[in-house]
């Protein structure tokens, strides 16, 4: 797929605010700092669309981004961030667990995964809870240019082994790097395959 335009739409943190639910749409979602908006930003080739930062809890809102015309990316509040207050943790979940439970159409939650750490507890919890609601959901392993492949690959299939637990076919997932556009065609080309069923 060649992304032609991408525009921010809004930021919102009502979900009665929300562009209406007719266009197809995939929600980026992890940790915070894992990488969510710099992904966006290499997706539609577009430095600045999401906003980025060192600092985890940069994105706060739930973000909707214009692509082609036709469907949206949504830019999702990072979870697991040590410094929030509680009750910010509270309202976060609470705002996010309902949003991808109801949006109509969310047709993919894309759920980021750092490829340098070994499984993180609240990562398998997250994709435990997605399965419990029947949600469907893709992984995506970042910042793979930061270790060797060989790391990137221990890192995955342990994630995998970890799934397996719960999961019985373990979902489709992809490697990417934000500074080398690693898995950029991939993600695309997935994309487009679920907005053309
Ligand atoms: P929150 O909105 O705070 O939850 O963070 P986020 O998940 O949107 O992360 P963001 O895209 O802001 O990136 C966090 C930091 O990681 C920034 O300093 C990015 O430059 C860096 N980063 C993100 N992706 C990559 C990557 O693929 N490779 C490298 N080397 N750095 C990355
Ligand atoms: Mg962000």
Same mark, same amino acid.
């Given at each position: 797929?060649?992304?032609k335009?991408?525009?921010? +739409?809004?930021s /919102?943190?009502?979900?009665?605010?929300?562009?209406?639910p %007719?266009? =197809? *749409? &995939?929600?980026? !979602?992890?940790?915070?700092?894992?990488?969510?908006? $710099?992904? !966006?930003?290499?997706?539609? =080739?577009k430095?600045?669309? =999401?906003?980025?930062?060192?600092?985890?809890?940069?994105?706060?809102? +739930? /973000?909707? #981004? &214009?692509?082609n015309?036709?469907?949206?990316?949504?830019?999702?509040?990072?979870?697991?961030?040590a410094? =929030? $207050?509680?009750? /910010?943790?509270?309202n976060? $979940?609470?705002?996010i667990?309902?949003y991808?439970?109801?949006r109509? @159409?969310l047709?993919?939650?894309?759920v980021?995964?750092? @490829?340098?750490?070994?499984?993180?507890k !609240?990562?398998?919890?997250?994709?435990?809870?997605?399965?419990?609601?029947?949600?469907?959901f893709?992984? +995506?392993?970042?910042?793979?240019?930061k270790?060797?492949?060989?790391?990137?690959?221990q890192?995955?299939?342990? #994630?995998k082994?970890a799934?397996? %637990?719960?999961? *019985?076919?373990?979902?489709?997932?992809? %490697?990417?790097?934000? *500074?080398?556009?690693?898995?950029? *065609?991939?993600?695309?080309? #997935?994309?487009?395959?679920? /907005?053309?069923?």
């Amino acid at each position: 797929m060649i992304v032609k335009s991408a525009e921010f +739409i809004c930021s /919102n943190t009502q979900i009665s605010k929300l562009p209406p639910p %007719v266009k =197809a *749409e &995939y929600a980026f !979602i992890g940790r915070s700092n894992v990488g969510k908006s $710099s992904l !966006i930003n290499m997706l539609t =080739a577009k430095k600045g669309l =999401a906003k980025t930062s060192q600092t985890p809890g940069k994105t706060q809102l +739930i /973000n909707h #981004f &214009y692509i082609n015309e036709s469907w949206y990316i949504v830019d999702l509040p990072g979870y697991g961030y040590a410094r =929030a $207050s509680k009750t /910010n943790k509270a309202n976060w $979940s609470k705002f996010i667990h309902t949003y991808l439970d109801k949006r109509e @159409s969310l047709q993919c939650v894309m759920v980021l995964i750092d @490829s340098r750490l070994e499984p993180q507890k !609240i990562d398998l919890e997250f994709c435990n809870w997605l399965g419990e609601k029947g949600l469907s959901f893709v992984l +995506i392993f970042t910042k793979a240019d930061k270790q060797s492949s060989v790391k990137t690959d221990q890192n995955i299939a342990k #994630f995998k082994k970890a799934l397996q %637990v719960t999961f *019985e076919e373990v979902p489709h997932y992809f %490697v990417t790097s934000s *500074e080398t556009q690693l898995g950029r *065609e991939e993600i695309l080309a #997935f994309i487009d395959t679920i /907005n053309k069923d």
